[in-house]
């Protein structure tokens, strides 16, 4: 059974900060693409963040200049810090890990975390 659990959400005022956690499978984590999503209330679930097993980020248009991915493959964890917050970016925040070797797909997600900005 792999295991994702996300944590660091919370409650936070209108330009706060919070840095997000996300342990991902050991063994596959430093081949695999590790991302953040999140699905705001009422609204489908979008890509946050993304990190490339070579270390290649990707980020939303909002978020852009304020949110930052990273990975510690030592300690199988990939992170989003999240500065100047807005209610904007209240939702779920999600961990999703996936790759590839030979001919075998793997995707994983976390159960989520709940992110809330008060104006």
């Known amino acids: 059974q792999v295991q994702l659990v996300e944590s660091g959400g919370g409650l936070v005022p209108a330009g706060g900060s919070l840095r997000l956690s996300c342990a991902g499978q050991?063994?596959?984590?430093?081949?695999?693409?590790m991302g953040w999503y999140r699905q705001p209330p009422g609204k489908q679930r979008e890509v946050v963040a993304v990190s490339t097993s070579d270390d290649r980020t990707n980020y939303a248009d909002s978020v852009k200049g304020r949110f930052t991915i990273s990975r510690d493959n030592a300690k199988n964890t990939v992170y989003l810090q999240m500065i100047s917050l807005k209610p904007e970016d209240t939702a779920v925040y999600y961990c999703?890990?996936?790759?590839?070797?030979?001919?075998?797909?793997?995707?994983?997600w976390g159960q989520g975390t709940q992110v809330t900005v008060s104006s």
């Open positions: 999703n890990q996936k790759g590839c070797f030979f001919l075998d797909d793997w995707e994983y």
């Open positions: 050991g063994s596959r984590f430093s081949i695999s693409a």
